[in-house]
Each structure stands twice: as structure tokens, then as C-alpha cells.
């Protein structure tokens, strides 16, 4: 098993920065791909950003290219989202996720990752 331990959201104004941090506990070794998804409430979880644990196969939903940056550290088991230039929409609660089996990295699917975080909030005012 694995758990995934999400920390990093808050309140920003627009244009701000944040950066979200997920660390990975257990049977970290089982995990060959990692990301994060986004939430509001009465819309289905939509992928923001996710790659493999190699970091050779990076995606981004199209709304974020260019402001967000997914990273991930090995010997911490850490992914990272570093986000720029935040904006209203960019409003949800964040969810880590990650998975082992597999994926697909042009249009990542909440279904192929078995593992998520609790969720943390992010919340940009205008």
C-alpha cells in the first residue's frame, strides 16, 4: 500500500505562486507514475499535471502550460506542482494521485491511479 500525503494549498491573489508537495509513504517503490488532479464542486476531477517517476514523460492539461511545473525528487519521494501566475480559475481542491500499472500520459485518467491524497485547497481571488 501507499500513502500520499498532500501539503502546500492556501489563499492566493491572483498572479501569486504556490507550490504543492506530495510525499509518497509505503510501498513507494510499487509507484512508476505520479500527478495531480483538481476538483470543483458538480464537475468531474480533471488532470493538471502528471509524469513518470523517471521524469521522461511529462503532461499538462492545456490550461496550465506554460504557469505550472510538476517535478518530482526520488531519494524524497516527493512530487511537486509549482504553480505561477494563478488565476481565479485555477480555484479547486488538489488532489495528488499516483499508480504503477498503466497510464496514459496524453490524457491521464483519475481511474488509472490507484493511489490519491486527502486533497488540499487552493483558492485564488481576483
Known amino acids: 500500500q501507499v500513502q500520499l500525503v498532500e501539503s502546500g494549498g492556501g489563499s492566493v491573489q491572483a498572479g501569486g505562486s504556490l507550490r504543492l508537495s506530495c510525499v509518497a509513504y509505503?510501498?513507494?517503490?510499487?509507484?512508476?507514475?505520479m500527478g495531480w488532479f483538481r476538483q470543483v464542486p458538480g464537475k468531474e476531477r480533471e488532470g493538471v499535471a502528471a509524469m513518470d517517476t523517471g521524469g521522461e514523460i511529462i503532461y499538462y492539461a492545456d490550461s496550465v502550460k506554460g504557469r505550472f511545473t510538476i517535478s518530482h525528487d526520488n531519494a524524497k519521494n516527493t512530487v511537486y506542482l509549482q504553480m505561477n501566475s494563478l488565476k481565479p480559475e485555477d480555484t479547486a481542491m488538489y488532489y495528488c494521485?499516483?499508480?504503477?500499472?498503466?497510464?496514459?500520459?496524453?490524457?491521464?485518467?483519475?481511474?488509472?491511479?490507484?493511489?490519491w491524497g486527502q486533497g488540499t485547497q487552493v483558492t485564488v481571488s481576483s
Open positions: 494521485a499516483a499508480g504503477g500499472g498503466t497510464w496514459y500520459p496524453h490524457n491521464p485518467r483519475p481511474r488509472d491511479f490507484p493511489y
Open positions: 509505503g510501498n513507494e517503490y510499487s509507484i512508476y507514475y
